[in-house]
């Protein structure tokens, strides 16, 4: 208020002293018309004078002409100093640690080892009864187990998206070397956990409805803490006492990337050493499966689950719903070479866009995933050129696929070592986790040389270059930047590069 009345006041005596000493300002019209103008903050007329209570000097004659004192105002001494900043260099971001559980494996080796090999993890659902619904299939997680990384009681009360959160991001830590000794080193306060959901715990929030129908009474006192996409990243954060940046976004199947890259750009401003980061969902339920059946959106080869999710072939009729979570840690250069982690991949950078365009349909032109690709590419100062190995989001729908397809060709056509490649084909489409695990897959392609297969492509859509897209067998390639792309409801856009730490 202080700072409004002060700004005010100078106005005022600016323009009375417009009025009193014109040589101090232009006299063009355009200055002129300014002047008119009328009731600024109390005052009806620039030549009007003006003055606040605590302005007013106890000895009238000491009170100077309202053009004096715009003269002192003015003075160049007056002026704030603003010193620049010495030129710093970027922070480097680097990826220290990965935990997944996913349908094919619960760490990232056994995880990239059945994708090399074309394992599907796609299989009827046991979870429920869902005799009467038209899909009958998903990418499960049969065995799933907290025994070591989360409490028992807390096992019992947490939604799924939750646990797979927790058992994820502490694998991740477990992976990156972070010991309980290497925990009391690191400076929590510089520690964050980034890690969002595209759905939250709707299983939590249904049985609450359940109960509802009863009474009140009978709902879970943990039903709303544990429904929100927020409290995962907030009860990891809690149990490894991190207190940095901690938050969740959820921007439906493109979630995870937008959590990785803001993750990173805490990093690079110095406002954290160390994130964990990426994104878990778990809505292989009676609602969950119900919901997108009703929007028409899955496959139904229920006879034939391993060849359910087809990206690219034509004949593609859905995609098929997984669950799941993937966390990388990712970590300042410095800080990680101070401590010797082993460094997987150096994360470069990303960019976000919106189709705004459609709730579920992609832009006809593909022009928010082109944008998206070459401001990724423009923020990370890296050559279009150089990339040579895209981890695409093609869920095998029939319209998505081929515009995401269009647009690579478009920002990388002539490239002659391109592969592109998707994760789906074998674990589904694991929804807000979808882009963690698919980054996980895209760094190991990165240490190992290998790119997985994309498996059920048996008859590409007309018009798709073979050439392009990795066949039915895995692939060697010698990874120079690779690209992971993640779209989501609402016209969502990531697009996230990473290459060999060099």
Not at 58 to 68: A, D, F
Not at 133 to 155: M, Q
Not at 411 to 427: D, Y
């Amino acid at each position: 208020m202080a700072a409004s009345v002060v700004c005010t006041w100078i106005v005022a005596a600016c323009m009375s002293a417009s009025c009193q000493n014109p040589s101090l300002f232009s006299t063009s019209s355009r200055a002129r018309k300014r002047r008119q103008l009328s009731t600024i903050e109390g005052f009806t007329s620039p030549c009007h004078r003006f003055s606040l209570p605590f302005f007013r000097s106890t000895n009238p004659r000491k009170l100077r002409p309202s053009g004096q004192v715009m003269a002192i105002a003015i003075q160049p001494s007056m002026e704030p100093v603003t010193k620049k900043k010495p030129p710093t260099q970027q922070r480097r971001v680097v990826v220290t640690g990965m935990g997944v559980e996913t349908p094919i494996g619960n760490n990232p080796d056994q995880f990239y080892s059945n994708l090399l090999q074309g394992v599907s993890g796609i299989s009827e659902i046991e979870a429920f009864d869902c005799s009467n619904y038209p899909t009958r299939i998903a990418g499960e997680i049969k065995n799933f187990s907290t025994d070591g990384w989360v409490a028992p009681k807390l096992s019992k009360r947490m939604d799924r998206f939750m646990l797979y959160m927790l058992t994820a991001g502490k694998k991740a830590l477990a992976d990156g070397g972070i010991t309980q000794d290497k925990m009391d080193e690191i400076d929590k306060s510089r520690c964050g956990v980034l890690i969002g959901s595209a759905m939250g715990g709707m299983k939590v929030f249904n049985d609450a409805i359940e109960a509802l129908r009863v009474s009140y009474r009978k709902m879970n006192p943990f039903c709303v803490p544990f429904a929100t996409t927020n409290m995962g990243s907030a009860m990891l954060a809690m149990d490894l006492g991190w207190m940095g940046p901690n938050y969740s976004i959820s921007t439906a199947c493109a979630t995870s990337n937008f959590c990785i890259l803001n993750a990173a750009n805490h990093i690079i401003r110095d406002e954290a050493d160390m994130m964990l980061c990426g994104g878990s969902d778990a809505v292989i339920i009676p609602i969950g499966l119900g919901g997108f059946v009703a929007c028409r959106a899955l496959s139904e080869r229920n006879s034939d689950p391993s060849k359910a999710s087809r990206p690219w072939d034509s004949g593609r009729d859905g995609f098929v719903m997984g669950e799941g979570a993937g966390v990388l840690l990712l970590e300042e250069l410095e800080h990680a070479k101070k401590r010797g982690a082993k460094i997987y991949a150096e994360f470069l950078g990303g960019s976000f866009t919106c189709d705004a365009y459609h709730m579920t349909e992609p832009h006809p032109q593909g022009t928010g995933v082109i944008l998206c690709i070459e401001k990724a590419l423009s923020q990370a100062g890296v050559p279009r050129e150089d990339v040579n190995y895209i981890n695409a989001h093609a869920t095998s729908t029939p319209a998505g696929d081929l515009k995401e397809y269009h647009a690579l060709l478009h920002c990388f056509g002539q490239n002659q070592e391109l592969r592109v490649n998707s994760t789906k084909s074998m674990i589904g489409h694991l929804l807000g986790a979808a882009g963690a695990v698919e980054a996980v897959a895209t760094i190991q392609a990165i240490r190992t040389g290998w790119i997985h297969p994309n498996i059920n492509l048996e008859n590409p859509d007309e018009g798709v270059d073979t050439r392009v897209l990795v066949g039915t067998k895995k692939e060697r390639l010698d990874v120079k930047v690779a690209l992971s792309n993640s779209f989501g409801f609402g016209g969502h856009n990531s697009s996230i590069l990473f290459a060999p730490f060099q």
